[in-house]
């Protein structure tokens, strides 16, 4: 497949994850109570869906290398990245490659929070 066919299967099932998401964060704002409902429900049915899809492409004929792109790089991309990263940690375990699941585990978590937290110190000193 070209490129700018596989950025379109992408792009279009980005879009319509990106609508999904803010859909489920429409439905759960009633219900909010201070916790974030909303992400968690993206983060757990993502995660469900890039795995389900995910197997589904690589142990079957069902989902070819086109509906790949659109549904799991696309839809569950921008539906939630959560759901990617838990996709490539479990590849990592199921390669046997558990330095480097431990690292990217571990340097997800600290280094985004690392990160988040580096960003709204430098947003505060703009302001």
Known sequence: ???AGALLLV????????????AVTILFSPVAMGFPYATFTVNLLGSFL???LGELAVSS???SPETRLFLVTGFCGGFTTFSAYMYEHAMLIKDAQ??????????????????????MFFAKLWT
């Open 98 to 119: 558990f330095f480097y699941a431990s690292l990217y585990l571990a340097g997800s978590v600290i280094g985004g929070l690392v990160a988040l937290y580096t960003g």
């Open 11 to 22: 792009g279009t099932g980005g879009f319509l994850g990106s609508v999904a998401r803010y």
């Open 61 to 63: 004929t069902l989902v």
């Open 1 to 3: 497949m070209k490129h």
């Open 50 to 52: 890039i795995g389900f």
